[in-house]
């Protein structure tokens, strides 16, 4: 049995609240360190869509209302508490209406954004006060818990309990970093401590979130070895590199877990016909379903494409109209998409449907269970991106024996391996250039074309192992030199 005491904190968990892969990670690893022993506690808002979401939820009655001044308004909040599913991890609600009692997560219209995560953080430290409970490591997550680490060394520095609770935070992608003007200082009720801000920040008139977690954490940590290296260089840090390089041997990087108990196509209950690396059978029985689905006409011998994703540049969908025309029309290929997000590549896959109605297939907006089935039924995942801290998709592929066709970037790099004609588990391009990821495609399609170099191509993608029960000890680990070190 584990003596680790782990307070995960962040602005959502799956299945009560998400938006990204955050709230994935956050489940994931509140699961797999709870199975193992761990004390670990979750702490995350409770917005309205929890509230009315139908989860069974127990408020705390020992834990009386507490009001933190913020700006000379006091912001009360109680405590609600939930158990993560199969397992026996609490998670506990920070319950404030008026932060939280809202209809989206997060919005750039909220004028008070700063106050509702400075509250998030706050309130998890006063939390654990009430309990007793003395966390060894506060796992902080991404910008909405980027000031915990300097409210633990400034405004709760008068707890003597807490002095030798280390800080990890964990960058999940840096390119969101909670950036406000430097008048939220007095709000958040670090006018006194101003000094410890970053001063040059404060001198723009700005004070960023995440950077002062990235000054004020123990370790940083982020969701994979290769975007670890590349937030250090100034095309991947967003402005943030220079500290990230200074703090280089206090920064990890770990690939999160998947959830095979979710997305394991031997027993997948969302898919027309399950299968498995010995028995592929299943697998064409979802490419049929798939393409009908789709309402796209059947036609072996041509690979069928899918892609779930969030359509932005991030996703790397710039690099797609100029080569898309040109493969359907080489090669007769289906393209299944799931997705939604900027208006002119919403337009754009629309237009290429009416170009295209018998190969090309989309649905706007998103379908857990069509995102099952394009991973079950398609024979390659497309993922261009311009850069991706981890990325799920690539793995759940892996495991569904679709094949990968991905840009080497962060954990993109560090998941699938390229394949050379002997070995590898998809196919991949390095320079962020149309035609890199063409000849990627067509690579891949060549490939497709001889049913051995396939079939030996989608055993070894199969055989891969991203589970928690692999990723989630190098957590233990990490925090264990955290607490010793």
């Not at 994979?224 to 250090?232: H, K």
């Not at 016909?273 to 798939?290: H, P, Q, T, V, Y």
């Not at 590549?345 to 170009?355: C, P």
């Not at 962060?410 to 149309?434: I, K, M, R």
């Given at each position: 049995m584990?003596?680790?005491?782990?307070?995960?904190?962040s602005s959502?968990?799956?299945?009560?609240s998400?938006t990204g892969?955050?709230?994935?990670v956050?489940?994931?690893l509140?699961r797999?360190?709870g199975a193992?022993?761990v004390?670990v506690r979750?702490?995350?808002?409770?917005y309205?869509?929890?509230?009315r979401?139908?989860h069974?939820?127990?408020?705390?009655?020992?834990?009386d209302?507490?009001?933190i001044?913020f700006?000379?308004?006091?912001?009360?909040?109680q405590?609600?508490?939930?158990t993560?599913?199969?397992?026996?991890?609490?998670?506990?609600?920070?319950?404030?209406?008026?932060?939280?009692?809202r209809?989206q997560?997060?919005s750039?219209?909220?004028?008070d954004e700063h106050?509702?995560?400075?509250?998030?953080?706050r309130?998890?430290?006063?939390?654990?006060?009430?309990?007793?409970?003395i966390?060894d490591?506060?796992?902080?997550n991404?910008w909405?818990?980027g000031?915990?680490?300097?409210y633990l060394?400034?405004v709760y520095?008068?707890?003597?309990?807490?002095?030798?609770?280390?800080?990890?935070?964990?960058?999940h992608?840096i390119?969101?970093?909670?950036?406000?003007?430097a008048?939220?200082?007095e709000?958040?009720g670090?006018?006194e401590?101003a000094?410890?801000?970053?001063?040059?920040?404060?001198r723009?008139d700005?004070?960023?979130?995440?950077?002062?977690?990235?000054?004020?954490?123990d370790?940083l940590?982020?969701?994979?070895?290769t975007?670890a290296?590349?937030?250090?260089?100034?095309?991947?840090?967003?402005g943030?590199?220079?500290?990230?390089?200074?703090r280089a041997?206090?920064?990890s990087?770990?690939v999160?877990?998947?959830?095979?108990g979710?997305w394991?196509?031997q027993t997948?209950?969302?898919?027309?016909?399950?299968?498995?690396?010995k028995d592929?059978?299943?697998?064409?029985?979802?490419?049929?379903?798939l393409?009908?689905r789709?309402?796209l006409k059947?036609?072996?011998?041509?690979?069928?494409?899918?892609?779930?994703?969030?359509l932005?540049?991030q996703?790397g969908?710039?690099?797609?109209?100029?080569?898309?025309?040109?493969?359907?029309?080489?090669r007769?290929?289906r393209?299944c998409?799931l997705g939604?997000g900027?208006q002119?590549?919403?337009?754009?896959?629309q237009?290429?449907?009416?170009?295209f109605?018998?190969?090309?297939?989309?649905y706007?907006?998103?379908h857990?269970?069509?995102?099952?089935?394009i991973e079950?039924?398609?024979?390659?995942?497309?993922?261009?991106?311009m850069?991706?801290?981890c990325?799920?998709?690539?793995m759940y592929?892996l495991?569904?024996g679709?094949?990968?066709?991905?840009r080497?970037?962060g954990?993109?790099?560090?998941?699938v391996?390229?394949?050379?004609?002997?070995t590898?588990?998809?196919?991949s391009?390095?320079?962020?250039?149309?035609?890199?990821l063409l000849d990627a495609?067509?690579?891949a399609?060549?490939?497709?074309?001889?049913?051995?170099?396939?079939a030996?191509?989608?055993?070894?993608g199969?055989?891969?192992?991203f589970?928690?029960?692999?990723?989630?000890?190098l957590?233990?680990?990490l925090?264990?030199?955290?607490?010793?070190?």
């Amino acid at each position: 049995m584990s003596t680790l005491k782990i307070c995960l904190v962040s602005s959502e968990v799956t299945p009560f609240s998400k938006t990204g892969g955050l709230a994935d990670v956050l489940h994931g690893l509140g699961r797999y360190l709870g199975a193992a022993g761990v004390d670990v506690r979750i702490f995350t808002p409770l917005y309205d869509s929890v509230a009315r979401g139908g989860h069974r939820l127990e408020p705390d009655d020992s834990f009386d209302p507490v009001g933190i001044d913020f700006g000379g308004s006091k912001q009360h909040f109680q405590l609600q508490k939930a158990t993560l599913p199969e397992s026996e991890v609490p998670v506990w609600f920070i319950d404030c209406p008026a932060m939280f009692g809202r209809d989206q997560l997060y919005s750039s219209t909220y004028q008070d954004e700063h106050i509702r995560f400075g509250l998030l953080s706050r309130a998890a430290i006063e939390a654990c006060q009430h309990m007793g409970w003395i966390p060894d490591v506060f796992h902080c997550n991404d910008w909405h818990t980027g000031l915990l680490p300097l409210y633990l060394k400034s405004v709760y520095a008068w707890d003597e309990k807490l002095k030798n609770s280390k800080t990890l935070l964990t960058i999940h992608n840096i390119g969101y970093q909670g950036q406000f003007a430097a008048s939220v200082l007095e709000d958040l009720g670090l006018k006194e401590v101003a000094g410890l801000l970053h001063q040059e920040d404060l001198r723009r008139d700005q004070i960023n979130f995440l950077k002062t977690g990235l000054i004020y954490s123990d370790h940083l940590s982020t969701v994979s070895e290769t975007y670890a290296r590349e937030i250090q260089e100034p095309d991947g840090g967003r402005g943030l590199e220079g500290i990230l390089s200074a703090r280089a041997d206090h920064l990890s990087g770990i690939v999160n877990g998947v959830d095979y108990g979710d997305w394991s196509p031997q027993t997948d209950p969302n898919i027309p016909a399950n299968f498995s690396a010995k028995d592929l059978s299943g697998k064409k029985e979802c490419r049929d379903a798939l393409l009908d689905r789709m309402n796209l006409k059947q036609a072996d011998g041509t690979p069928v494409i899918g892609v779930v994703s969030r359509l932005t540049p991030q996703k790397g969908f710039d690099l797609l109209p100029d080569i898309l025309p040109v493969l359907l029309r080489e090669r007769n290929l289906r393209l299944c998409i799931l997705g939604s997000g900027e208006q002119r590549y919403e337009e754009y896959f629309q237009w290429l449907r009416d170009r295209f109605p018998d190969q090309v297939g989309i649905y706007r907006g998103y379908h857990e269970e069509l995102a099952h089935w394009i991973e079950a039924g398609s024979d390659m995942f497309l993922m261009p991106s311009m850069y991706e801290p981890c990325g799920l998709n690539q793995m759940y592929s892996l495991r569904y024996g679709t094949v990968p066709i991905v840009r080497r970037t962060g954990g993109l790099a560090d998941t699938v391996q390229a394949w050379d004609g002997e070995t590898g588990t998809g196919f991949s391009f390095d320079d962020y250039e149309p035609q890199q990821l063409l000849d990627a495609i067509r690579a891949a399609c060549s490939a497709f074309d001889s049913e051995k170099t396939w079939a030996t191509i989608q055993q070894n993608g199969m055989s891969q192992d991203f589970s928690w029960e692999k990723q989630g000890p190098l957590y233990e680990k990490l925090y264990k030199s955290l607490i010793s070190g």
